[in-house]
């Protein structure tokens, strides 16, 4: 197993999380972005 897939592995036993998403600010519109700001 690679390091980083057991990071991965550890985090998750933990229900913890290892990536954070990108969200670009209105696209496609401010209201996706809000929901989708909501959802994650």
């Given amino acids: 197993m690679t390091a980083v897939s057991e990071c ?9 999380c290892a990536l954070i998403p990108f969200i670009t600010a209105g ?4 209201s996706t972005t809000a929901q989708a ?3 994650l």
């Fill in 8 to 16: 991965f592995r550890s985090l998750r036993s933990q229900g913890n």
């Fill in 37 to 39: 700001l909501r959802i």
């Fill in 27 to 30: 696209d496609p519109d401010l």
